[in-house]
Structures are given as structure tokens and as C-alpha cells.
């Protein structure tokens, strides 16, 4: 594989391809996870971007027929080819994939962006809620976002709690449009 990985840092992404091609057809068995990702990685530096589907989906296919977690790293190459191919579906299932074995911020409040994307905003609402009650929601714009989805949703007075504390804390600016939008969602409520 070093020569593979020389390749790879080289840019040579269709030798890092044909070296793997050729070691698989000596090589008897089955062909290793690690050998896809490669492939994956070289075809998606060439803007191959099917192919680095295939290879990829393929590797986490194999750990998971092992009863293994693919490495985080492949699901967020696996969530970079879906976006190059405008599949914002398949971007959901794999953030809902990194949210649940991963588990970290960023996942959940992306997952919320995406479900809102694909027009599942009650689903955007409850991941973003799920992430601000974990901690998770500590950008203005993304506390701004759920103090919109919870007006949107009929909730005005979370949005006036969230929003208020928020511009108490310092997260969100004191100005005029961040407190009439506060002064609206108390209005509603």
C-alpha cells in the first residue's frame, strides 16, 4: 500500500487506482475495506465522483457485514460524494449515520440544515431542538434558526426564550432586527 499511498500524495489518483487493481487480481481473497476507501479517496480527488461512491459505499458495506462501525472518516467521505452529486437525500442518511455512531455537534446541527433542505422541517426542528437541549446550538445563526423554526412551528414562546437568552448571553447581538424579531415571537405568544 505505501506505494499506493505515494501515489496518492503525489495526485496521481489513476495509478493509485491501477496499482490497487493490479495487487487485487495477485492477491487471493477478499479484497480489504482499506483497499476501496483508496480507491475512493483517489477517485474523488479525480472528480470521479460515481466511482467514488461505488468504492466507497462498498468499504462501509464491508465493516458493517463484519459487525464493524465504519471509521468516521469514511462516512465523511462518503457524505462529500453525495454533496458533489447534489444527493441531499443520501447527505441526510449518512449525517443521521455520523449523528448516531459519532455523536458530535456539528452532525446534529448539520443534520438539521439538511432535513430543512429536503423540505422535513418537523424533522429539522426536533434534531435542532434535541441539539440545543445537549448544548450543541451555540452559533447565533444556528440559535437564530431554531427561534425560526420555532415560530414556524407555532412555538413563539421557546423562540422568545431561546432568542432572550441568547442576546442576554451575548451569543446573538443587541440590535434592532434581533429584538423585533424577539418582540415578534412575544407578540405571538
Do not use: C
Not at 38 to 65: P, T, V
Not at 131 to 149: H, M, P, R
Amino acid at each position: 500500500f505505501s506505494l499506493a499511498q505515494l501515489h496518492m500524495m503525489q495526485g496521481n489518483y489513476d495509478s493509485v487506482i491501477e496499482f490497487l487493481d493490479r495487487w487485487e487480481k495477485v492477491e487471493e481473497g477478499i479484497v480489504p475495506a482499506k483497499n476501496y476507501l483508496l480507491k475512493a479517496q483517489a477517485n474523488y480527488q479525480g472528480k470521479k465522483f460515481a466511482e467514488a461512491l461505488a468504492n466507497i459505499s462498498k468499504a462501509i458495506k464491508l465493516e458493517a457485514d463484519e459487525g464493524k462501525v465504519a471509521a468516521e472518516s469514511w462516512y465523511i467521505l462518503q457524505r462529500a460524494v453525495y454533496y458533489e452529486m447534489k444527493q441531499p437525500e443520501k447527505v441526510v442518511e449518512v449525517l443521521e449515520q455520523l449523528v448516531k455512531h459519532y455523536n458530535k455537534p456539528e452532525y446534529w446541527v448539520q443534520l438539521g440544515s439538511m432535513y430543512g433542505e429536503v423540505g422535513k422541517e418537523k424533522h429539522q426542528l426536533a434534531v435542532m431542538e434535541a441539539a440545543y437541549q445537549q448544548g450543541y446550538v451555540t452559533k447565533a445563526s444556528d440559535i437564530k434558526n431554531l427561534s425560526q423554526l420555532y415560530v414556524f412551528h407555532g412555538a413563539p414562546v421557546k423562540a422568545g426564550n431561546v432568542l432572550e437568552k441568547a442576546i442576554a448571553g451575548g451569543v446573538v447581538k443587541s440590535n434592532e432586527k434581533n429584538f423585533e424579531f424577539l418582540s415578534q415571537a412575544w407578540v405571538m405568544a
